[in-house]
Every structure is written in structure tokens, then in C-alpha cells.
């Protein structure tokens, strides 16, 4: 894995935790992934990247999207729409309404594209 990857790496994981995604369950893992490789090659569709991370993680698709799912689903209980909505500077949703992964990943590439400029500091 190259420096720029671990460092992409790095910034993804706290981005997620300042999200409120619990690094404790296991979509964490599987959003990292998913993110990262979406970030490095923005041609490839999600329906791409989940058998990469199914075989890089052991675990099959299915799994992987329930996991990310609830991962999300927590996140919005802990107030992650407000913290996107911050980071964003932007109203994402209504109230009650919790991000489906394809959303979720896809504001995350937006705001990645618009805003990492390879520091570690997350900016709101």
C-alpha cells in the first residue's frame, strides 16, 4: 500500500468517526474500503466495488451491506446527518431519514473531491 493510500486511509477512518460511524462495527471497515477505492478510481460503480471488498474482506455481499447499512443507521443516532450537513454546508435530508449507502457514498465522494487536499484535518 502506497503513502498516499495509508494517508487516504487515515483521513477516510476519522472522517467516518467525526460522522459518527462506530469503528467497532464492521461497516466501518467495509465504508473505509469502499471510500477509498472509489476515491483512487472514480470510473469504477459501486456495483464494482463490492466484490473487490467481499473478496478482500472474506465476507460475502449481502453481508456487507447489512453491515454498512446498520453502520449508517447508527451514525444517524449518534447525529451523523448533521455532522455531513456541516461538512457539507448544505441540508442533505428530512428529518427521521437515514442515508442509503449509495447517498451516503456518494456525498462522501463529493466532498472528498471538493475538500481533501491530502491533510488530516477534517474541515467544516
Do not use: C
Request: aromatic share 10%; charged share 20%; proline share 4%.
Amino acid at each position: 500500500m502506497s503513502p498516499e493510500t495509508q494517508k487516504l486511509g487515515t483521513y477516510v477512518a476519522k472522517l467516518l468517526i467525526f460522522l459518527g460511524v462506530s469503528p467497532r462495527v464492521s461497516g466501518f471497515g467495509y465504508l473505509k474500503e469502499i471510500i477509498t477505492i472509489r476515491y483512487q478510481d472514480q470510473n469504477l460503480k459501486l456495483s464494482q466495488v463490492y466484490p473487490l471488498v467481499s473478496k478482500s474482506f472474506g465476507h460475502p455481499e449481502d453481508a456487507i451491506q447489512t453491515a454498512i447499512r446498520t453502520a449508517l443507521k447508527n451514525s444517524y443516532n449518534q447525529g451523523g446527518n448533521k455532522q455531513l450537513e456541516a461538512l457539507l454546508g448544505t441540508k442533505i435530508s428530512q428529518a427521521e431519514y437515514v442515508l442509503s449507502p449509495r447517498e451516503f457514498l456518494g456525498l462522501i465522494g463529493v466532498y472528498l473531491n471538493d475538500y481533501w487536499d491530502g491533510s488530516l484535518d477534517i474541515k467544516v
